[in-house]
């Protein structure tokens, strides 16, 4: 092996073996911290509160150390949010839907028979991973959630 090659591996397993400390020294440091929430609450690799412990459940009741009154009237004005925001999805999940299905005809129309196989692919993986969406493809709202 000449130089060149031998520094340039180097050079990668220096910068692999910096980017794995790095991260592995970040998760230890974060995962002690109970006020990062993203640490607190990592699902699946997706950031944010477990189920429960977030905010708007009893997080925010010791946060802000409210009432029973207060907390009682905290879960109507989230209760109403939710209604809201739930009917905001199942109005605008069809027009959505609309659009993509039309931005993805346009798109199969400047492509060549490969291309739209592998578009096909791709969209179909999507489609697999992508949850189900309200009022898009006649899915009923979920059950309201109690507090």
Known sequence: MTDRPRALAVLIAVFLLGCILGSAGSYMYLRNRPD???????????????????P????????????SEQQEQF?????????????????QGPKIEAIRTETNRKLMSVLNEEQKKRFSAFLEDMAKRRPPRMGGR???PPPPREP
Not at 84 to 91: G, S, V, Y
């Open 36 to 54: 990062q929430p993203f640490v607190r609450g990592m699902q699946g690799g997706r950031p944010g509160p477990e189920r429960g412990q977030g």
């Open 138 to 140: 006649g899915m009923e």
């Open 56 to 67: 708007g459940r009893q997080g925010f009741s010791d946060m802000l150390q409210l009432t």
């Open 75 to 91: 879960r109507e004005i989230m209760k109403e949010s939710r209604r809201q925001l739930d009917a905001l999805r199942m109005e």
